[in-house]
């Protein structure tokens, strides 16, 4: 296969040229309060015959007085009342879940319908114990969180309202060196100008550098987003991208985004079949600057990305700066099938991998869903389908089809878990058989 011109190396000609946008300062003028002298009195002179004191006459003034005044009381601030920890034994909801290996894990969940918990376990999810930070709670308005868990040990976790529209005040990420025992809070993120803030992916390419993108809303082909990243291992948070910006990722749908570094990073997007052709979006300054890459059509399919195919980029995963792997999803609007809960048909998707930055593409077929890398030749396709690669993607075997939507951890070819849903019912279910049979837990928290 023939090798056309590195984008990566383009991109980084591009991003030289490309000047930032500088932000004005704004200089705060500081008054200076001049104290005024207070005159002394001078002594009067000692004399060695008394002086005879004489009484002021009644209607000589008095020297005037300045009253006593109390020092007036402040009022503290009440303090949030933190978010309470579960009962020992009490079942649990989880609602997401990330094993490190087949004992070790985090997950996310609590009560049904209650704000998240941020939970461990070390005995492969049976039991759990509640490490969650002093989020402040609110009866009234349950939250959510997302959390990115590099390993046993780190972990970090922002908590948001159920509903977008709730005011934001202030809002920080807390992290954890020591599996959630205890957990410090980040600076305040920088919100001004944002009314809706909805936390979507985030991530640590290491134990200092790490990324969060935040929802902004949408409408007219729109996913506005805010990314913010950390170096300082999630003590302070700059914000990097926002709509106000000119880059050219505020449209479309986001589907993910990964860094491999704190420079180097990938984002893919959904246009819906309305934006002509497909791209991959890269950044090589750690976010603030993004340049699109055109992905090459499938030569073994003609008119792959064509009318009336829907295509969308997704799953994007960075091995190094230069090496990485995709997945696009093409299918069709079934128009008898328009009132079905699926009405779409001739579903088909590719695998994309490059080894020089996204310059040029090896394309295969897939069985198609989500793509989870355990290393370059092993990889996952889930989703009502699952499917297991040895072999970079040449060759698929199908293991199990099964009739609920799930969010999955593999830990290898052999263990995994899954938070199952079909319809509003939820589930936390285990394989030890590489996906072919499905067992449910019933977890709890520990005594």
């Known amino acids: 296969m023939s090798r056309r011109h590195n984008p990566r190396l383009v991109v980084e000609s591009l991003l030289k040229a490309v000047s930032g946008i500088g932000l004005a300062a ?3 003028a500081c008054g200076r309060v001049t104290s005024q002298s207070i005159p002394t009195t001078s002594a009067a002179p000692t004399q060695d015959t008394p002086t005879a004191y004489v009484s002021p006459l009644p209607d000589t003034p008095l020297p005037s007085h300045t009253p006593w005044l109390p020092t007036p009381t402040v009022t503290p601030a009440p303090i949030p009342t933190p978010l309470a920890k579960l009962t020992g034994g009490a079942q649990l909801e989880i609602r997401w879940i990330e094993m490190l290996d087949d004992s070790t894990g985090w997950g996310i969940g609590g009560v049904k319908e209650g704000t998240d918990h941020i939970l461990i376990t070390s005995d492969g999810a049976a039991t759990w114990k509640d490490v969650s930070p002093m989020e402040p ?10 959390g990115a868990f590099l390993d046993s040990s780190h972990a970090w976790v922002i908590y948001s309202s159920l509903d977008p529209f709730v005011q934001i005040r202030q809002t920080t990420i807390w992290r954890t060196q020591n599996a959630g025992l205890t957990w410090e809070a980040s600076q305040p993120l920088d919100i001004s100008g944002l009314d809706i803030f909805i936390p979507k992916y985030t991530g640590f390419a290491s ?9 902004l809303g949408g409408g007219m082909m729109h996913e506005y987003i805010a990314l913010y990243t950390t170096h300082d291992a999630g003590r302070g948070w700059t914000r990097v991208l926002d709509p106000f910006g000119t880059a050219p990722v505020q449209g479309c749908d986001k589907t993910g985004v990964t860094f491999f570094d704190s420079r180097t990073g990938w984002m893919t997007r959904d ?11 890269s950044t090589l300054d750690g976010g603030s600057t993004w340049i699109s890459l055109p992905l090459p059509t499938p030569t073994f ?12 980029v997704h799953s994007p995963q960075l091995f190094s700066d230069y090496v990485g792997a995709l997945a696009v999803s093409c299918q069709q609007f079934d128009e008898a099938r328009a009132g079905s809960d699926d009405p779409w048909s001739n579903k088909r998707s590719y695998l994309y991998r490059t080894e020089d930055g996204g310059g040029s593409w090896t394309i295969s077929a897939y069985p198609g869903g989500e793509l989870r890398f355990l290393s370059p030749e092993q990889i996952l396709a889930v989703g009502r389908t699952i499917s297991i690669s040895t072999n970079a993607g040449v060759d698929w075997r199908t293991v199990k089809t099964v009739a609920w939507d799930g969010q999955f951890s593999f830990v290898d070819l052999t263990h995994a878990w899954a938070v199952a849903r079909s319809g509003d019912a939820l589930a936390l279910v285990q394989t030890t058989s590489g996906g072919r049979t499905w067992q449910e837990l019933h977890p709890v928290i520990q005594p």
Request: aromatic share 14%; proline share 4%.
């Open 26 to 28: 704004l200089a705060a």
């Open 137 to 146: 709670w609110d009866p009234e308005t349950a939250k959510s969180a997302i």
């Open 207 to 215: 134990a200092s550098d790490g990324w969060l993108m935040i929802d």
């Open 271 to 281: 246009c819906h079949g309305v934006v002509e052709g497909l791209t991959l979006e």
């Open 301 to 312: 399919v003609a008119g792959a990305f064509d009318y009336p195919n829907f295509c969308w």
